[in-house]
């Protein structure tokens, strides 16, 4: 069982800043890919940035330049740290780490941390 605990999320005015972390704890055999992702209200979850174990990352085109991910291996935590934020940045956000095991891949998810941008 994979446990992923967020934190960071909260209220902020339009141009500030705001980073987020992810812990994930349990029996987790092999992380591959850990990221965040986001869902605004009647949309869809859709991926923010993600980072592969070995380093390799991508984002959406609507944060780069102003979103960047990074990772601690050992210690199994993802951040994303977000400047010169938007109200259309206004989203539940939630971390996700791909989980390895064999030959099967296994998704696991936060509960979702709130980041609601104020204009």
């Known amino acids: 069982q994979v446990q992923l605990v967020e934190s960071g999320g909260g209220l902020v005015q339009a141009g500030g800043s705001l980073t987020l972390s992810c812990v994930a704890s349990g029996n987790i055999f092999s992380i591959k890919r850990m990221g965040w992702y986001r869902q605004a209200p009647g949309e869809p979850r859709d991926l923010v940035a993600a980072?592969?174990?070995?380093?390799?990352?991508n984002y959406a085109d609507s944060v780069k330049g102003r979103f960047t991910i990074s990772r601690d291996n050992a210690k199994s935590t993802v951040s994303l740290q977000m400047n010169s934020l938007k109200p259309e940045d206004t989203a539940d956000y939630y971390c996700?780490?791909?989980?390895?095991?064999?030959?099967?891949?296994?998704?696991?998810w936060g509960q979702g941390t709130q980041v609601p941008v104020s204009s």
């Open positions: 996700h780490v791909e989980e390895s095991h064999g030959w099967s891949l296994y998704d696991h």
């Open positions: 980072i592969t174990s070995g380093g390799d990352i």
